[in-house]
Each structure stands twice: as C-alpha cells, then as structure tokens.
C-alpha cells in the first residue's frame, strides 16, 4: 500500500493552519506582494538575458503571472496589471510615456488574464494540467496564441514610442512571442504540478484528485542513479548543442531531444516539466558565459520548440501511463474483488468475513486505516468488526452507542458520508477509534442489504483533499459485497442462534423432566439457563405471603455478589402489582439499565449491594397459578436483550412451570407409592412364600411317590416275564396296562422333579464339548423303530460347519428326544426330520415334522406346564403335558430358547437354539 509523505503532509498542514490565521483581506493583499517580490527577482534575471529591448532568450515572469491566475484565480487578474507596471516603470532601462506604460499594462493583463478566463471558464480546463486535453489547450492558447497576440501589440506600442523602427515589427513580435512561450512553457507546468501537493491553495477545487501526487523527482534510493544519468545525459547535450564550436550549416541543437524525449515518455509528464525547466536554465547559462556563439532568433525558437516538445511529449506519455494504470487498477481491482468475493462467501462469522474484507480492500483502496462496523438499531448500538492499518488488522468487536459513530442520514439514504477536511468538521466520539488520529479526511461508504442499512465502511486519509470518483466507485462495490456477504452471515447467525437456542430448550426440557425433587430441579433451571444467555446472575424467586423470596440462583463466579437468601416485600415491585404493566401484559420485565427504573428499597439494594445493571425477568406460571419468576441479571456491563432471548426465557420458564408441577406432584404421590410398594412386597413375599411351598410339596410327593411305583413296576415286570409261571391272555393284559401306566406315571414324576430343580435352582448344568452327531445319531437311534412302526420316515440333516457344540450332554438329549416324541406323537403321515445349522452365534436343532400342526390361538399355550391342546376326556394323543415345558427350561438354563413355527394343517417346526459362547464349568 502506499503511504502519503507525512513529513510534507505535516509542513502543508502547517502552512494550511497558519493563513487560515490570517484575515481574508490581508491574505489577499500579502500573497500579491509576495507575488510581486518573486515577478520582480524573476524579471531582472530574464532582463540579464535580454540582447534588445524586449528581446529575451525566455521570460519567466510571464509563466509566474499565469501560474497565479491558475492556483488562485481569476480575482488575482489585477496582479497581473501591477506587474506591468513594475516592470516597464521601475525595471526596464528605457522610459514610455505614461500612455504607453497605460497600454502596456493592459495589453498585458487582458491578454494573458482573458486567455486565462478562457481556459478557465469556457473550455474548463483542469489547471493543474493532469490529462493530455489540459496540457494541449494549454499549449495552444497560453504558448502558441496569446503571446503572439500580445508580442504584436506590444510590439506596436514600443514602435509607436519610438522605441523600435516599424520595418523591424515582425522580427520584433516573433522575438517577444518565442520569447514569452518560452518562459511561460518552462515555469507556469512546473510550478503547476509543484503546488499539486497543496490542494487548499488552489481556487479550482478538484473533484477526481489522487489519493497520491506523482512526485517531481524520485529520491528513492534504487531510482537515483538512473535520476543523476538523466540529469548527466540532459548536461552533456546542453553542453554539446549550444557550449561546443559550431562549423558553418550545422546545429547540433537536436542533442538536447534525445534525452529530453526520453524523460518525457519514461516517466510523464512531472518528469518533464523538470527536464524543460532544466534545459532551458542550463541554455541561458551556457549561452551567457558565451561558451559557443549564438543566434539569438534561432535560439529563442530552438528553446520554444525544445519546450513545448518536451510537454506535449509528457502530456501523452503520462496518458498512456494513465491509461495503462487504469488498466491494470481494472484487471487487479477486478481480481481483488473477485478473491474478496470468494473470501468472505466462505466464511460464516462475522468477524472472520470483516478481517478478511479490510485487508483485501487494503490493496485496492490504499487508505492508513480502515474499519468495519455493524448497526444494531434494536438495541442503539453499533459493533466494531475489523481495523485494519499499516501495521496490522484487529477484530475487536467493540460496543459503542449509536450516538458516538455520528450522522447516519446520508449513511440511511443509501449516500456516502464524505468529510473532506476534518480540521473544519466535527468530529463524531469514535472517530479517533475508527479513523485514528492522524484523519485529515474520511469517507463512509453505507452497507446497504435489501434496502436496509446494515453497517458502514470507514475509509481514513492522513491528508486533506478530494476523494478520486475511482476509490469512491470500488468503495461502492466493495461495499456492496461486504453487505451481502454481511447479511448471509447475520441470517446463517440467526439460524445458527434459533437451532442453539432450540437445543438450549430442548436441553433443559430433558434435565428439568429428568428429575423430580424439586430442589434439585430449581438448581437445573437456573444452572442451564445462566450457561444459555451467558449472563452474570440468575434468579428463580417465588412469592408467598406477601413477600418475594429468592429459591435459588446461579452465579457465573464467586465475585458475582449472591442473593440467595434474598427477600423483600411484594409492595417494593410496582410492576408486579400493576395490571397494566409489561409483567402481566407481556409476561416480561426488561430493565437495560435498573437504575433507571422507580428506586424502591429493595431496587436499591439489588443496585448498590449486588451491583444489578440490567435485569430480564419472566413470571412462572404454575396451573394458571402465579408461582414466582426468573430473572437474568449482568453485574459487569448493561445489556440490551433481544426480542429473541425474551421469547426463549419465556418458553425457558414454560418449561420450568411444568418441571416444578410434576416435582410438586411427585411429593404429593410419593406417600401413595410408598404405602402401594410395601403393600405389594408384602403380596409378593406371600406369593413366594406359596410357590416355595408348593415346589416342596411337589418335590417330597414325587418321592413319595415314586418309592411305591418303583415297587409296581418291578413286580409287574416280573409277572410279565413269567418267571413263575405262566398267565393266560386276560393276566397278560391286564399287567402290560399296569406297566404302561406305571412307566407313564415314573415320566410325570421324574418331569416333575426336574421341573421342580430348575424353579429352585437347584439344577446344575454339566457342561461340556460334544460331537453335534454323536449326540443326533443317537436320538434318532432311539426313536427310529418308533417312527417305522408308524409309518414315518425320520431324518436326520446336519450341515457341514456342524461339528461340535457346548451343552450338558443328557440334557441335550432330553430336550431333543422329546421335541421328536412330539413330533412323533403328532405325525401320522410324512416324514420327521432332524435338521442342524451353524449360524456366527448360534447352533440351531430344528425339528420339522408334516403332522397336524397348531393353530395361532394354541401356539401362546405350548410352553405352560400341564397345558394339552388335546384336553379332552377322549382324547386320541397321550402325554403328561410337561415336555415342552421342561425342555425350555432347560434350553434357557443353556442360555437358548425354543422357538416354534407351525401352521395348522401343515406341520410344525420346532428350533432349539443354543448359543456357541457357552462356557465349560
């Protein structure tokens, strides 16, 4: 970026301050006295040069009387007719009459002072001559017509006095004009651009000026040796063209072009005022020391064509330059625009898109300072988001009032705030923050996003002076970006702040919801909904017998003073007591500055002991009953809550009402529920005190039991054999029933028994690894010939990653033999098969017979001991109603269970499924 040159901005600034001291009158009287003083040192220079009467090599004091009108204007024309006179009366060696002195005069100044009023006021011509159309009306009015105009009358006005012979009037005019263009092209450009760098003098204010003026000569260290070259190479040729001995028809004058033109096309026009002021001092010196001979008529045109060259040559150098410049000032401003675009649409937060923004406008708008703010109008208030200086880019994102940014009108109508002179302006109470110090001239461009005034970008400069339409045009585009990409960010905020603020709800919803003591639930409200709005203090406070009582509260440190033990007559809160207030109208109380409200007793010692700033309260409403209110309260700084935050405290303190009813109900159910749970224990130890009974009675019975029927079956087996003795047909009957009856009675009451272990658990599984087919084989080895004497045919399917399982061995056998029994029992025709699979966590034992099936409404009954589906007294299938029972039991004992899928009609399917991680005890 570049940077203005302080030290001459600071000696401007001083001479600025001190005319400003200094009456109008007396100023304008004192700079034409001044200006006499340097026509007069300037004119007996040019007379030391002077080979005739009104003869000169070049007069500068006509480029002087020109440069004034320019700066100062047209006011000063009245100079121009003293300096006449100073000349001809008190300067000049021959003495006119007092008419032709008269003449002479006004021929001056109404020439020179209407060619002027000319440029000035017709063909408006910027005078500070920055593009190639000044430069050339320039050269064409004040070089070329006017002091040819002026040299033939005043030529007239010396023949007249006698002075000149009239054969002599040509000769005579072109001498006086060549030699006035001269003086005029090499002083009045010069001296031009010189006073460029004190835009205040100057009458013609600029509108387009540069933030930098192009310097004159650049002493920069790396541009010195090519300046002393130059000024070596503009020596020489002076030296050669008019210092060396001439031979006859030959000019060596052409020497001085070559660096001349060099200058003017390398470096523009600045550069060639110098030269041509250079070459013109460096001539007359030359010639005057009578180093080479000299015509002084050629002379003269030699120097007036080496002049104007020298500026035409500058004037479109320094177009091209321009042209050039603006180009690339296009081509990077569009490219810098484009990676500010980019920039600041990637970019979600705030200060990340104003950090970014300052710095790429930095290298398109070279300003010492800019800075970014943001309006909120809501809250009167606006943000700092970004500054950027030389040195570097801070994102403070201060709060101030609006009132301390200054005038927002223009900023509101969509127009740029622009202050061109801060020494004569007031100054708004941020400006030192926004703008810095050193501001002698500022602009505000406004962030405008869909009509609305958002936020504002602060451009500063460290000197006085015009802001060029260019930085004002990129301004407004940069503007427009930096608003939108504003805008998007404010909207991605506000979405971004309604998803917390409804996880925030959500939050506390589940924390009160998930408790119900009441004390613990208060802790929680006041806990989360302190870390929601980041504030200092948090109050829930209840109302009772007149009376405001703090229940509990949250402090963000222990610095923060506490109210916990807090209580105050309801009488202190107006508000409260007020139907027409914002509490009982709106459901909300909001304090920005509590000091600010009716001081009562209690407002005053929340004030003054407990520093309370601002204060947000809500009531809680509990069953349409007023319960009390929660209150947000900042000790450290005021604060401004948005329409947003008052509706989330609001649903906040919705939720709060419904967490301290359940907890209210809860207290009031809990004695229920006490007197209910004891009742129900009670119950519950009767109840197994019963089945605890009953297990013992079973299990002795079964002893019992079984003893007797031992005998039974031993002797009818014995009888059967007929080991004594032979029995007819009838005998034999009547023994095969008893031993079946026997047998089945021993399988009810070994059932029993087992059933009666796993309910005590009293039944231990010998768990081990076995051979999956060894344990099958031998299952349908069992039942095989049963199967066949029914005309089944049993199968037996195994996969081949089936190899082994862990399982208690006579177990498993117990539970498949009877899922097979069952099948058997309940198949008349079709085939039983035995079908083994290996799952990842499993082994699966399914039994699939083609029998009768079960239909939907029998299948809940399946598993319930002593249940049949066949019940009735004629019933066709035998059994004693426990198998499928047990053998859950104990294929959950096993860590498994059976399944079972059958369809009435259709067959059954029955899966034991054992798990593969049992471990071996």
């Known amino acids: ?150 040299g033939a009358l005043q030529t007239l006005n010396t023949i007249w006095q006698g002075i000149v012979p009239l054969s002599s009037w040509l000769i005579y005019t072109l001498h006086a004009w060549a030699g006035d263009a001269t003086g005029i092209a090499m002083l009045t450009p010069f001296l031009l651009v010189l006073l460029r760098r004190l835009p205040w003098i100057w009458a013609n204010k600029e509108k387009d000026a540069p933030v930098l003026e192009p310097p004159l000569i650049c002493l920069a260290p790396k541009q010195r040796p090519q300046l002393l070259l130059e000024i070596a190479a503009l020596s020489v040729a002076i030296f050669v063209a008019y210092g060396v001995q001439r031979r006859e028809n030959l000019d060596y004058s052409y020497f001085v072009f070559l660096p001349l033109i060099w200058i003017a096309i390398r470096h523009g026009f600045e550069r060639a005022v110098a030269a041509v002021l250079f070459i013109n001092i460096g001539v007359a010196i030359v010639i005057q020391s009578k180093l080479g001979d000299s015509n002084v008529f050629a002379l003269q045109f030699g120097m007036m064509a080496i002049s104007l060259t020298g500026i035409l040559l500058g004037g479109f150098a320094t177009q091209r330059m321009q042209a050039e410049t603006e180009l690339n000032y296009s081509a990077q401003r569009l490219q810098i625009l484009h990676k500010l675009d980019l920039a600041i649409l990637a970019m979600r937060s705030l200060s990340d898109i104003a950090a970014a923004a300052v710095v790429q406008i930095d290298q398109i708008i070279p300003c010492p300072r800019i800075s970014l703010v943001m309006f909120d109008f809501e809250k009167s208030e606006f943000t700092i988001l970004a500054i950027h200086t030389d040195s570097e880019t801070i994102v403070p994102e201060i709060r101030l009032p609006l009132t301390a940014f200054g005038e927002l009108e223009n900023l509101q109508r969509g127009e740029m705030n622009i202050v061109q002179k801060t020494l004569t302006s007031e100054m708004p109470t941020a400006a030192e923050l926004l703008l810095g110090n050193q501001v002698r001239a500022y602009i505000n461009v406004p962030l405008v996003a869909q009509g609305e005034l958002i936020g504002s970008l602060n451009l500063a400069q460290t000197s006085v002076g015009n802001f060029p339409p260019n930085l004002i045009e990129v301004a407004e585009q940069v503007a427009s970006l930096v608003a939108i990409a504003m805008q998007q960010a404010q909207l991605f905020e506000h979405i971004e702040r309604q998803a917390l603020q409804e996880r925030s709800l959500n939050q506390i919803s589940r924390t009160l919801n998930s408790s119900l003591d009441p004390q613990s639930v208060l802790c929680q409200i006041v806990r989360l909904t302190g870390e929601c709005f980041a504030v200092d203090r948090v109050v829930i406070f209840a109302f009772a017998h007149g009376q405001i009582r703090s229940l509990n509260e949250w402090r963000v440190n222990e610095e923060v003073v506490s109210l916990r033990d807090f209580t105050a007559p309801i009488a202190d809160w107006p508000d409260l007591l007020d139907p027409n207030s914002d509490f009982f109208c709106h459901h909300f109380f909001h304090a920005p500055n509590y000091a600010q409200e009716p001081l009562t007793p209690a407002r005053l010692y929340q004030i003054e002991h407990a520093q309370t700033r601002s204060v947000l309260s809500v009531p809680i ?267 859950r039991k104990l294929a959950q004992l096993h860590g498994g269970d059976i399944t079972v899928h059958s369809e009435l009609g259709r067959g059954s399917c029955f899966t034991l499924h054992l798990p593969l991680n049992s471990h071996l005890t």
């Open 1 to 150: 970026m570049a940077v203005a040159n302080t030290a001459g901005s600071q000696i401007s600034q001083a001479i600025f301050q001190s005319q400003q001291l200094i009456p109008q009158p007396l100023r304008y009287l004192g700079l034409i006295e001044v200006f006499l003083i340097c026509w007069a040192v300037l004119d007996n220079i040019a007379l030391l040069f002077a080979s005739a009467p009104e003869i000169f090599v070049w007069y500068p004091p006509t480029g002087l009387s020109i440069t004034l009108i320019f700066v100062f204007g047209l006011r000063y024309i009245p100079a121009l007719f003293l300096s006449a006179l100073l000349h001809e009366y008190l300067l000049a060696s021959y003495d006119l009459g007092a008419t032709a002195l008269l003449v002479f005069s006004l021929v001056t100044t109404v020439g020179y002072g209407g060619a002027c009023a000319l440029l000035l006021r017709k063909i408006k011509i910027n005078p500070r001559l920055r593009t190639l159309r000044d430069v050339m009306w320039f050269v064409v009015v004040m070089t070329l017509v006017t002091p040819l105009l002026v």
């Open 621 to 887: 409403f509990v069953r349409d009953q007023l319960f009390g209110g929660l209150s947000l309260q900042t000790t450290n700084t005021y604060r401004t809550f948005t329409s947003e935050e008052i509706n989330l405290l609001q649903q906040i303190s919705e939720q709060a009402a419904i967490a301290l009813y359940n907890a209210r109900s809860y207290e009031s159910l809990e004695e229920i529920v006490q007197q209910r749970t004891q009742e129900l224990e009670r119950e519950k130890q009767l109840s197994e005190a019963a089945n605890r009974a009953k297990t013992e009675f079973l299990s002795n019975m079964s002893h019992e039991l079984r003893t007797p029927l031992t005998g039974i079956l031993g002797f009818s087996s014995v009888l059967i054999e007929q080991v004594f003795g032979k029995l007819n047909d009838k005998q034999m009957q009547y023994l095969e029933i008893i031993s079946a009856s026997g047998n089945h009675l021993l399988e009810l009451i070994n059932d029993l028994l087992d059933l009666t272990k796993i309910e005590t658990a009293r039944e231990e599984l010998q768990l081990e690894q076995i051979l999956v087919a060894e344990v099958a084989d031998a299952c349908i080895s069992m039942l095989q010939e049963r199967a066949q004497a029914q005309g089944l045919k049993l199968k037996l399917q195994i996969a081949d990653n089936t190899t082994e399982c862990i399982a208690d061995k006579r177990r498993l056998k117990q539970i498949l033999v009877n899922l097979l029994v069952n099948a058997i029992k309940f198949t008349d025709l079709g085939s039983v098969t035995l079908d083994i699979t290996q799952t990842s966590t499993e082994i699966q034992f399914a039994v699939i017979d083609t029998g009768i099936g079960i239909s939907q409404e029998d299948l809940a009954k399946l598993f319930q001991p002593f249940q049949q589906l066949d019940s009735g007294l004629d019933r066709k299938y035998k059994g004693t109603g426990l198998g499928l029972a047990l053998s």
